[in-house]
């Protein structure tokens, strides 16, 4: 037996520090969290503990071409050769004969490693070919904090343990953030407070020591009712407004505007409990007002998370809030993808409406990997209606079987990332240390580099830059990037610290936090966080979804099983309805209809449901059948968690 220290690479806050166990036939035993990282504490998720068994469940090991009608699994067994050659030739055909913004090429965050996602990336950078503008997940969130701090980072994770208060606003960091939830139970225990706002009584919510049951999308009512309750009762440090911001007196008009009435109306809250929150905002001090990613993904999720983060600034605190630290490192991305080596100015679409862009035609060829957009991407039928075209050629590269390569015209084999060396930056915490190969990958996978480099010498590329050692250009994008420590230091797996940007260094046109955006105001959008209405109709409901334990987006489905076809529902609404626990019900809309049963639990509130994420009906139909390609004005995000759906009962249902 031996161990190996490695590193999670998906698309989690935590990024946790492993120890592999692998025994003498070269097999994964076990996978145990390792206490060197002071974050992530030594223990692990119930995704990460499975890893050992799913990396033998459901891989694709070798190439495949297709043989059978699409969406059918009928493919034939080839040999890179053969599969390289029909991919190259497909490729050579779209570029002569359409040109390069008619191949896509589709990634997202699968594996976050910087050699996995980023850096093969270049070859796509060299051909030109189209591009989304990864507005998927949190780029509506982030946007919205460039308007009034000029950048999105904030609080550091190991700040919490010494938090007075602790506001998860939207942000379920039981489940989506264990180790930051665990650090934050550091703070209980020295008597800090812990307060959830959400409309669900979340796993999370269930075990904080207040919880908001907050209306869906009234979160800008809900933070200036606060904003008004610490102004109001002199909890608002002046020295600091005076000296670090813009435009106090503006916002202060418009809060006061937001009567007490008023703002138990719009949120569903009752004042007495935002007057203690508002308290509670007073006088414990330090706070941190943690954002979930999941607030901005609504239609006016944008301006959730600008008002929300205005509050620590009221305390006198440099950004007082976590939403996510991804822009606070000093990380040349754009080195790693060849974004700044190349001058081909590459055609970039929305990934919230590329559903639409696939269905019209627009790409010729499509190069899929580190993604299974067959069930994340909104708008499903257009989306998987898009992939069917006859005209259309579809490349997927994955590790496991998944609902995307059943639309491929070519699959091929990607190794895990306990098959190769990485390395791995977290979007929350600065503790970095090389991924390592655990071993040899499986079958005939192989890595991203070494694809990249087959196709771009197969095409006849001559752009040195894609050629480059990787970890070489590691170390450039990576230029005094640590606190303490070299590039060397890495190399050699030592654990290092990333340097971060000022907390009180704001990169807006005054150099201050801005309560009245002017980058907003010159953008044509409101200069203050501004509250939306979200109405329903008689018979409708707001489809909430988020993540559950046991699976990071589609993945896990091999060790634990389907996500459940569930739909949770008010008691009330439940009776008003006629339908009860263990109906079969259809959710449907203009855009689709997913089959599910139902849940009756009054941690939900009237007028509102939740399915776990990216869930399959029952009718084989994907949850984001219903959610609309409609993309956010600010940051151009999804709006999930404003999906509006009524509720179909289904009789004498046979499974």
Same mark, same amino acid.
């Given at each position: 037996?031996?161990?190996i220290?490695t590193?999670?690479p998906?698309?989690?806050y935590?990024t946790?520090s492993?120890i ?6 070269n ?9 060197e990282?002071p974050?992530t504490q030594?223990?692990i998720?119930a995704?990460a503990a499975?890893d050992p068994?799913?990396?033998y469940i459901n891989?694709i090991?070798y190439?495949y071409?297709?043989k059978g009608?699409k969406p059918?699994?009928?493919f034939?067994k080839v040999s890179w050769?053969?599969a390289?050659?029909?991919?190259v030739s ?9 040109g ?7 990634e ?11 850096f ?6 060299a051909i030109?070919?189209t591009?989304?503008?990864d507005?998927?997940?949190?780029r509506s ?6 308007l ?11 700040e ?5 208060l ?9 489940v989506s953030a ?15 407070v812990i307060v959830?706002i959400?409309?669900?009584r979340?796993?999370t919510a269930k075990?904080?020591?207040i919880w ?11 933070a200036?009712g606060?904003?008004r309750?610490l102004?109001?009762?002199?909890y608002v440090d002046?020295e600091?407004i005076?000296?670090?911001t813009?435009?106090y007196e503006e ?11 008023k703002v138990?109306r719009?949120?569903g809250v009752?004042?007495s409990l ?7 905002y007073?006088?414990m001090r330090?706070?941190a ?24 600034a009221?305390?006198g605190f440099h950004?007082g809030f976590?939403y996510s630290?991804?822009k606070?490192w ?11 080596l190349t001058?081909k100015n590459?055609?970039?679409?929305s ?7 696939v269905e019209r ?11 299974n957009?067959?069930?994340?991407i909104p708008n ?10 006859d005209?259309?050629?579809?490349v997927v590269?994955?590790t496991?079987?998944?609902e ?9 084999p ?8 990485d390395l791995?930056i977290?979007?929350?915490?600065r503790?970095?240390?090389i991924?390592?190969k655990?071993?040899?990958p499986l079958?005939?996978?192989?890595n991203?580099i070494?694809?990249?480099r087959e196709?771009a010498e197969?095409?006849?590329?001559k752009?040195a830059?894609?050629f480059?050692e ?8 990576l230029k005094?990037a ?9 190399i050699?797996?030592k654990?290092l610290?990333l340097?971060?940007? $000022?907390r009180?260094?704001y990169?807006?046109?005054? +150099?201050? !936090?801005?309560?009245?955006? /002017?980058?907003?105001?010159k953008?044509? &959008?409101?200069p203050l966080?501004k509250q ?6 008689d018979?409708e409901f707001i489809?909430?979804n988020?993540?559950t334990s046991?699976?990071?987006h589609?993945q896990?489905?091999?060790?634990y099983?389907p996500?459940?076809?569930i739909?949770v529902i008010?008691?009330e609404?439940a009776?008003?309805?006629n ?7 259809d959710?449907?809309?203009?855009y ?8 009756v639990d009054d941690?939900?509130?009237r007028?509102?449901l939740?399915s776990?994420?990216?869930?399959i009906g029952?009718?084989g139909e994907?949850?984001?059948?219903l959610i $609309?390609?409609?993309?956010?004005k600010l940051?151009? +995000?999804? !709006?999930?968690n404003?999906? /509006?759906?009524k509720?179909?009962?289904? &009789?004498?249902f046979?499974?």
């Amino acid at each position: 037996m031996r161990e190996i220290k490695t590193v999670c690479p998906r698309d989690c806050y935590d990024t946790c520090s492993l120890i592999v166990l692998v025994n003498d036939e070269n097999k994964i035993v076990s996978i145990r969290g390792d206490k060197e990282n002071p974050i992530t504490q030594g223990f692990i998720c119930a995704r990460a503990a499975k890893d050992p068994e799913r990396i033998y469940i459901n891989r694709i090991l070798y190439p495949y071409i297709r043989k059978g009608k699409k969406p059918k699994r009928s493919f034939e067994k080839v040999s890179w050769e053969r599969a390289l050659d029909l991919v190259v030739s497909k490729l050579k055909e779209v570029l002569a004969n359409y040109g390069s913004e008619y191949v896509l090429h589709l990634e997202y965050t699968g594996n976050q490693g910087l050699l996995t996602r980023y850096f093969s990336q270049r070859i796509w950078y060299a051909i030109g070919a189209t591009r989304t503008d990864d507005s998927l997940c949190s780029r509506s969130g982030h946007e919205a904090l460039f308007l009034h701090y000029g950048s999105s980072y904030g609080i550091q994770p190991e700040e919490l343990p010494e938090m007075k208060l602790i506001v998860f606003w939207g942000f379920n960091a039981l489940v989506s953030a264990p180790h930051l939830w665990s650090l934050s139970l550091k703070a209980r225990r020295k008597e800090a407070v812990i307060v959830t706002i959400d409309p669900r009584r979340s796993e999370t919510a269930k075990l904080s020591d207040i919880w908001l049951k907050i209306k869906p999308s009234s979160d800008v009512a809900l933070a200036y009712g606060i904003a008004r309750y610490l102004i109001e009762h002199n909890y608002v440090d002046l020295e600091f407004i005076e000296k670090w911001t813009y435009g106090y007196e503006e916002f202060k008009r418009e809060v006061m505007k937001w009567t007490p009435s008023k703002v138990e109306r719009v949120t569903g809250v009752k004042w007495s409990l935002i007057e203690k929150v508002g308290e509670l905002y007073g006088k414990m001090r330090p706070s941190a007002t943690m954002i979930g990613i999941g607030l901005q993904k609504n239609l006016y999720g944008a301006e959730s998370v600008r008002a929300v983060s205005l509050i620590p600034a009221l305390l006198g605190f440099h950004r007082g809030f976590y939403y996510s630290n991804s822009k606070g490192w000093l990380v040349d991305i754009a080195y790693l993808t060849g974004e700044k080596l190349t001058n081909k100015n590459c055609k970039v679409v929305s990934q919230v409406a590329l559903s639409e862009h696939v269905e019209r035609g627009e790409f010729k060829f499509i190069f899929i990997y580190n993604m299974n957009p067959a069930l994340t991407i909104p708008n499903q039928r257009a989306f998987r209606k898009g992939l069917l075209r006859d005209d259309v050629f579809v490349v997927v590269y994955d590790t496991h079987w998944t609902e995307t390569a059943n639309y491929a015209d070519v699959v091929l084999p990607a190794p895990t990332y306990l098959e190769k060396n990485d390395l791995v930056i977290s979007y929350s915490h600065r503790y970095v240390r090389i991924s390592k190969k655990i071993i040899e990958p499986l079958g005939e996978s192989r890595n991203e580099i070494w694809l990249m480099r087959e196709l771009a010498e197969r095409l006849g590329l001559k752009e040195a830059w894609i050629f480059e050692e990787p970890w070489e250009a590691l170390r450039k994008s990576l230029k005094n990037a640590f606190e303490s420590g070299s590039f060397e230091d890495l190399i050699e797996g030592k654990t290092l610290k990333l340097k971060y940007r $000022p907390r009180n260094e704001y990169q807006t046109l005054t +150099g201050k !936090i801005e309560f009245y955006s /002017i980058k907003a105001e010159k953008l044509r &959008l409101n200069p203050l966080p501004k509250q939306y209405p979200l109405e329903l109709k008689d018979g409708e409901f707001i489809l909430l979804n988020s993540s559950t334990s046991k699976y990071t987006h589609t993945q896990f489905r091999e060790v634990y099983g389907p996500i459940p076809p569930i739909v949770v529902i008010n008691s009330e609404d439940a009776r008003l309805i006629n339908v009860k626990e263990g109906d079969v019900v259809d959710l449907f809309n203009e855009y689709g209809r997913v089959r599910v049963k139902i849940v009756v639990d009054d941690f939900i509130q009237r007028g509102v449901l939740w399915s776990p994420r990216q869930l399959i009906g029952l009718n084989g139909e994907p949850q984001n059948s219903l959610i $609309p390609s409609v993309t956010q004005k600010l940051g151009g +995000g999804p !709006i999930f968690n404003s999906t /509006i759906v009524k509720i179909a009962k289904v &009789l004498n249902f046979q499974n």
